[in-house]
């Protein structure tokens, strides 16, 4: 998924910033996070989670669900 994660950073930016989280080497702030599955992706506005996904995904499909969830 990285190469449509970076297509997906690069279409949004500077809109949305994107940011990497290695579950394996941080499973502590994945567990705080609530990851559960891998990917996951966490959307936050102002300090607060405001959408959330899991699974592989496009570039399309993650800058789709980012418009949704920023309406």
Do not use: C, H
Request: aromatic share 6%.
């Amino acid at each position: 998924m990285a190469p449509e994660y970076e297509k997906a950073a690069a279409a949004t930016e500077p809109r949305v910033r994107f940011l990497k989280l290695n579950s394996d080497n941080e499973q502590a702030v994945a567990g705080r996070l609530g990851i559960r599955g891998i990917p996951t992706m966490l959307l936050y506005r102002d300090g607060k989670e405001i959408a959330r996904v899991s699974g592989a995904r496009s570039a399309r499909d993650i800058t789709s669900w980012l418009d949704t969830a920023l309406r």
